[in-house]
C-alpha cells in the first residue's frame, strides 16, 4: 500500500467529497492559493475555483455563521479555522447554533457541517496557538468530535464527517501533517464512534486519542520490553466515543491510563476515566490513571513547554508503577 | 508518670508490624523488661519487653493489628487504681461486641484517641454463646466493621470466593490489596472445629419433605447461626461446589430475601460424596457438611484473626443445634 | 416569479389582515402567558406589525428569513399557523418544533423561516449563509435577516455584512430600530447612524417608516427583485415602536420611558389603525368589512388556544431525540 502524508489524505478527502456532491465547499483563511498555513489545502482552489474553495477576512465568528446558515439551507461546507484556539471565537456560532438547531427545531433543520481545526502543542507557538480544546465542543450535546492519530484516520474519518447530517469538529494534531501513513488508494470511510485497538495487551489499557496514540504505542512498546502487557486503544472520535470497546478491554486487563493533549482538569482524559470507573469498578485493580496537558497554560520556552505534554517515558512510568500494584497518587 | 508502650522499630525498612498476641492483658501488673505481646515482622516473630514497671491499661491495638512503627498501643501506669476500668465507660463497646477487627479499625486511625476502643483483654475469656453480651447485642461482622484498603476488583474476587481482606492484612498484605495479593489467602493458618451430631432428625425431615434440598437447609442453618453470633441484618452465604462453582444467597434462613451482603461464610456440602471433611485455606470462614453413616460431621475452617475462637466455637455450636434439632429451628 | 408590489384589493386586505393577526396572536399569548398558562418568557411584538407584514409580502415562500427573540411576528407573516405556533409556545407535541424550541424558538422550514433565536444578533451569520448557499447553487431566493437596533451592537453584524458586499449575496439586513436597546434608549447604545453602519460597506442602506406597511412593502419588494438580480445585498433601517416592555413581564417601564409616549405611538401611529383607515378612506374596504376581518381573527386564534392548551406534551421518550440527526 502506498504512504501518504496526513496533510495529503485530508486533502484527498476533501477534494473526493466536492467531486462527488457540489453541494460541498470549502471556506476559511486563506484556504485558496495559500493552501493554509500548512498547505493541506494546497491545489483544491485550482480544481474547484474560487466558488467552492472561498478565501475570507479574519472574520471567525462571520464565517462560521456563514456556514452554519448554508448548511441549513442545504450546502454541506468544510470550514477551515486556522488555529484550534480560535474556537473560542467561534463558540456561539458552533455551540449555541450549530449545535442546537437541530434539537430547537424539532429536528426539522440540520446543520450538516464540518469544523477542521487542530491541536497539539510542541512547536513553540506559545499560549494562544498551542492548545488542544476538543473537550470544550465535546462538552456540548449536538457537535460530533473526530480525533484522527494518523494520515489513515484523517482521510476515513473526513469522508465521513463530510457526509454526516450533523455540526462535526475534527481536530487534526497540527505536528502530524507530514508525517506518512499508509492509506488505501481506493475509497474508505471510518465511522464516527468506532475505536481502534492497535495492540493487544492484558495487564493495561493505554487509551491514547490524537497525538497520544503514539505516545501510548511507545510507551507500550517500552513496557513490553520490561514484561508488561499494554493494550492500546485510539478511540478515534471522542464523540461518540466508542465506550463498549475500551470498557471490554479494561475489564480484560484490569488498569487503564487515560492519555490525551487537552488540559487534565475537566477534560477528555477526565470523562473517559469516569465512565470506566463508573461501569466497570469492580473489574479495576488499580485507580484509572487521567494523563493530559499541565494545567497550564503553553509556555513558550522549549524547556518549559516539552514539559507540559505526556510522553511514552512518563505514560510507561505510570503503568509499570500500577501493574506493580505501586501507588501513583499517595493513600 | 504513666509510660506509653509504643510499637517499636524493628527493622530498617519497616514501618508497621502486626501483634500476633498479647501476653499481658490490662490491669496485669508489669515489670521493666518483661515480655508483654508479640510482634510479627517480615523476617520473625519477636516479643517486645516492657519499659517501665506498672500496671498495663489502655491497649488500643488487639490481635492482629498491623500498627505503624511508632503508634502508642498501650499505657503503663503506675498504681493499679489508674488502670482503664472498661466497665467505667458506658459509651464503649464490651469486647465482645468489638472483636479484634474494631481494634484494626482504630488502628487504621492513628490520630484515633487511644481510649477510643477500649478492647479490654481479660473480658474475653467470658464470652460464650448464652453470653447475653452476644444473644443481645449488636455485633459488628468480623469483614464489614474495618475498613480494608483494597482494589475493587480485589474486594470483588474476595467476597465471592470468601476471603476475609482484614485477615489477609492481619497476615501482613500491604494496602491497599491488589488481585495478586489475593493468593496469599491462607497462608497466615487456618484453625478448624469439628463436630459430629446425629443425623436421625434431619434425615427423617428430608425424607418426609417433597423438595427436601439438605444443602439449603445447611445453608439456612448457616446463616441463621451467623446472625444469632452477630445478629445482622443481612447474611450472605456463599455455597461452594465440588465442580468450583460458587453461588450467592442471600439470608437463606429468610427465604432469599433481602440485600446481598459481604460473604459471612463459604459452605461445601460433601454429604453427596465419600469425603469426611474439608479445611479451606482461602482465608475466610468455611463450613463443610459430610456424612458419617445417618450422622453428620460438620468442620468450620476460620483464621483466629478474623473471627476469635470464642465466637467460632459459639457459630459452629449453634449450628450444630440446629441440624440436631431441625423441627425447632424451623417452626 | 417573483410577486409584484401590492397594489390590488384584495392584497391590500391581505396585508390587512396578515397584521391583525399578529396582533391577535400577541394579545392572546400575553393573555396566556398572564393566566400563567404559558411557561417561560416571551417577547411581544405588538406595535412592529407592518415591518413583518410589509416586508414578507414581498416575499416567496422559497425565500428565506432569520428572526430574533421578538419572532411571533415575523413568523405569522411568512405563513404560519395559529395552532402550531401556540402549540409550540405552551411545549405541546404538535408544535412547530415539537415543543423543544418555544417561543424564541420557532423554525417554519415549511415557509422558508430559519427559526428565531435568542441570541441577540445570532442569526446574522445564518441569513447571510443560507444567501451564500443561494449564489453557490444558482437559486435566486433571498434572505432577510430580521434583527433589532440593540443588535447593531454586535461585532457579528459588520462581519457578515463586509462579505455579502464583497460576494454580493441576496441578503436584505432588515434593522427594527423600535428605540429600545432591552431597557435602554437606543440613542444610548448606539453611537452615529445606524444606516452608516451598512454605508460604510458600500451596501445601500434605507430609512422608512416602519408604522406604514405600504412604504414597507414597496421598498423590499424593489430591494427584492434587485437582490435576486445580483445586486445586493441592502439594509434597511425601519422605524417602529414597540407597545410592551422588552419582555412580557417588563411592566413597569416609566424608568425608561414615558406613558404618554407609550399613548401617542398607540394612538397616532398604530400601523393597523393607520392601514384601516387609509383601506376606508380609498374606499377598499369598509369600517363593518375590518371588524368583520378582526373578530374571524379573533375566534380563529381563540380556537387554536384552546386546541393548544388541550393538545399533548411530547412523550418524555422525545427528549433524546433529535440532538443528532440520523446518518443517511
Given at each position: 500500500m502506498r504512504s501518504i502524508t496526513f496533510s495529503q489524505a485530508v486533502n484527498e478527502a476533501i477534494a473526493e467529497e466536492m467531486r462527488r456532491d457540489e453541494c460541498v465547499f470549502l471556506i476559511g483563511e486563506d484556504v485558496a492559493e495559500a493552501g493554509t498555513p500548512f498547505k493541506v489545502t494546497s491545489g483544491l482552489v485550482e480544481e474547484f475555483g474560487t466558488d467552492r474553495v472561498i478565501d475570507t477576512p479574519i472574520a471567525e465568528p462571520g464565517f462560521m455563521g456563514l456556514a452554519v446558515g448554508a448548511a441549513m439551507t442545504g450546502a454541506r461546507p468544510i470550514v477551515d479555522l486556522m488555529f484550534g484556539d480560535f474556537l473560542f471565537l467561534v463558540m456561539d456560532q458552533l455551540c449555541n447554533q450549530a449545535a442546537k438547531t437541530h434539537y430547537m427545531s424539532g429536528g426539522k433543520l440540520q446543520v450538516p457541517l464540518v469544523l477542521r481545526t487542530n491541536l497539539g502543542a510542541t512547536r513553540r507557538s506559545a499560549a494562544q496557538h498551542s492548545q488542544s480544546l476538543h473537550a470544550l465542543v465535546a462538552h456540548i450535546p449536538g457537535l460530533k468530535v473526530a480525533m484522527p492519530s494518523s494520515a489513515y484516520e484523517a482521510k476515513g474519518l473526513m469522508k465521513t464527517a463530510i457526509r454526516d447530517d450533523n455540526p462535526v469538529v475534527i481536530f487534526e494534531d497540527k505536528l502530524m501533517y507530514q508525517d506518512k501513513a499508509q492509506v488505501p488508494e481506493e475509497e474508505y470511510f471510518i465511522p464516527l464512534g468506532e475505536a481502534n485497538i492497535l495492540r493487544d495487551g492484558t495487564d493495561i489499557t493505554l487509551i491514547g486519542t490524537s497525538s497520544m496514540r503514539q505516545v501510548c504505542e511507545s510507551a507500550a512498546e517500552l513496557l513490553g520490553e520490561e514484561g508488561i502487557s499494554a493494550e492500546v486503544i485510539d478511540p478515534r472520535t471522542i464523540v461518540p466515543l466508542d465506550e463498549a470497546k475500551i470498557l471490554e478491554s479494561v475489564k480484560k486487563t484490569s488498569r487503564a491510563i487515560v492519555v490525551d493533549e487537552g488540559h487534565q482538569n475537566f477534560g477528555t482524559t477526565a470523562e473517559i476515566a469516569a465512565r470506566i470507573s463508573e461501569k466497570v469498578f469492580y473489574h479495576l485493580d488499580a485507580p484509572v490513571i487521567r494523563m493530559g496537558a499541565m494545567d497550564v497554560p503553553v509556555p513558550f520556552s522549549p524547556a518549559l513547554e516539552d514539559l507540559t505534554v505526556p510522553t511514552p517515558e512518563g505514560v510507561a512510568e505510570n503503568a509499570r508503577k500500577i501493574v506493580a500494584g505501586e501507588l501513583v497518587h499517595a493513600l | 508518670m504513666p509510660s506509653e508502650v509504643k510499637m517499636p522499630q524493628?527493622?530498617?525498612?519497616?514501618?508497621s508490624a502486626v501483634i500476633v498476641t498479647w501476653l499481658k492483658a490490662s490491669g496485669d501488673k508489669i515489670k521493666s523488661g518483661e515480655p508483654i505481646f508479640e510482634v510479627e515482622t517480615d523476617k520473625a516473630t519477636v516479643e517486645v519487653e516492657a519499659t517501665a514497671d506498672g500496671y498495663l491499661t489502655d491497649i488500643c491495638a488487639g490481635e492482629g493489628a498491623d500498627v505503624p512503627v511508632g503508634n502508642v498501643i498501650a499505657t503503663i501506669v503506675e498504681t493499679k487504681a489508674e488502670v482503664f476500668d472498661s466497665a467505667d465507660e458506658p459509651a464503649a463497646l464490651p469486647e465482645s461486641a468489638s472483636g479484634p477487627e474494631v481494634d484494626i479499625a482504630s488502628e487504621t486511625n492513628p490520630k484515633q484517641a487511644p481510649a477510643a476502643a477500649k478492647p479490654a483483654t481479660k473480658s474475653k475469656a467470658s464470652i460464650s454463646p448464652r453470653d447475653p453480651a452476644i444473644a443481645n447485642q449488636q455485633v459488628s461482622r468480623p469483614s464489614t466493621a474495618e475498613k480494608v484498603l483494597a482494589s475493587p476488583k480485589a474486594k470483588r474476587l474476595a467476597s465471592e470466593r470468601g476471603i476475609n481482606l482484614g485477615a489477609l492484612r492481619a497476615q501482613g498484605v500491604t494496602e491497599p490489596i491488589h488481585t495478586a495479593d489475593l493468593a496469599r489467602a491462607g497462608t497466615g493458618g487456618q484453625s478448624s472445629l469439628t463436630a459430629h451430631i446425629e443425623g436421625y432428625a434431619l434425615n427423617v425431615l428430608l425424607d418426609r419433605s417433597e423438595d427436601g434440598n439438605r444443602t439449603a437447609l445447611f445453608a439456612a442453618f448457616a446463616a441463621g447461626g451467623w446472625r444469632a453470633i452477630y445478629n445482622c441484618d443481612h447474611v450472605t452465604v456463599a455455597l461452594r461446589e465440588v465442580d468450583g462453582t460458587s453461588t450467592l444467597l442471600t439470608n437463606p434462613d429468610r427465604g432469599g430475601n433481602g440485600k446481598p451482603a459481604t460473604t459471612a461464610l463459604t459452605l461445601v456440602d460433601l454429604c453427596d460424596t465419600r469425603l469426611s471433611g474439608f479445611v479451606s485455606a482461602s482465608g475466610g470462614v468455611t463450613l463443610c457438611t459430610a456424612r458419617n453413616g445417618e450422622n453428620y460431621v460438620l468442620t468450620l475452617s476460620f483464621s483466629e484473626s478474623s473471627l476469635p475462637m470464642v465466637h467460632a466455637v459459639a457459630l459452629l455450636d449453634t449450628i450444630a443445634a440446629r441440624i440436631r434439632d431441625p423441627i425447632r429451628q424451623l417452626l | 416569479m417573483s410577486k409584484k408590489l401590492k397594489n390590488n384589493a384584495e392584497d391590500y386586505l391581505r396585508m390587512y389582515r396578515q397584521m391583525v393577526r399578529i396582533r391577535t396572536f400577541e394579545d392572546n399569548a400575553n393573555q396566556l402567558y398572564l393566566d400563567a398558562k404559558m411557561p417561560g418568557l416571551t417577547h411581544m411584538y405588538s406595535g412592529q406589525e407592518a415591518v413583518a407584514v410589509g416586508v414578507c409580502e414581498a416575499l416567496e415562500a422559497t425565500d428565506k428569513i432569520t428572526s430574533t427573540h421578538r419572532g411571533h411576528g415575523h413568523c405569522v407573516a411568512k405563513g404560519a399557523n395559529f395552532k402550531e405556533m401556540f402549540c409550540e409556545l405552551l411545549g405541546k407535541r404538535e408544535g412547530y418544533c415539537r415543543g423543544k424550541g418555544g417561543s424564541m424558538h420557532i423554525a417554519d422550514q415549511s415557509n422558508g423561516n430559519l427559526g428565531a433565536n435568542a441570541i441577540v444578533g445570532g442569526s446574522m451569520g445564518i441569513a447571510t449563509g443560507s444567501a451564500l448557499r443561494a449564489k453557490l447553487q444558482g437559486a435566486n431566493d433571498v434572505t432577510v435577516c430580521f434583527f433589532g437596533d440593540g443588535a447593531t451592537a454586535q461585532g457579528l453584524l459588520y462581519e457578515v455584512m463586509n462579505m455579502a458586499a464583497l460576494w454580493k449575496l441576496p441578503v436584505i439586513y432588515v434593522c427594527e430600530n423600535n428605540g429600545y436597546s432591552e431597557y435602554t434608549r437606543t440613542d444610548e447604545i448606539a453611537a452615529g447612524e445606524i444606516t452608516a453602519r451598512a454605508k460604510a460597506f458600500g451596501i445601500e442602506a434605507y430609512q422608512v417608516d416602519g408604522q406604514d406597511v405600504l412604504a414597507v412593502n414597496k421598498l423590499t419588494s424593489e430591494l427584492v427583485e434587485r437582490a435576486r438580480k445580483g445586486a445586493g445585498p441592502f439594509f434597511v433601517e425601519l422605524l417602529t415602536y414597540r407597545y410592551h416592555g422588552h419582555h412580557v413581564g417588563d411592566i413597569n417601564r416609566t424608568y425608561y420611558r414615558s406613558k404618554e409616549e407609550e399613548a401617542e405611538w398607540k394612538n397616532n401611529r398604530d400601523p393597523i389603525d393607520l392601514f384601516g383607515a387609509w383601506l376606508i378612506k380609498e374606499g377598499l374596504a369598509s369600517d363593518n368589512d375590518l371588524t368583520g376581518v378582526r373578530d374571524a381573527i379573533g375566534v380563529e386564534a381563540s380556537e387554536a388556544v384552546a386546541y393548544a392548551l388541550d393538545a399533548p406534551y411530547p412523550d418524555a421518550a422525545e427528549v433524546g431525540m433529535h440532538v443528532y440527526a440520523e446518518v443517511d
Open positions: - | 524493628l527493622g530498617m525498612n519497616q514501618d | -
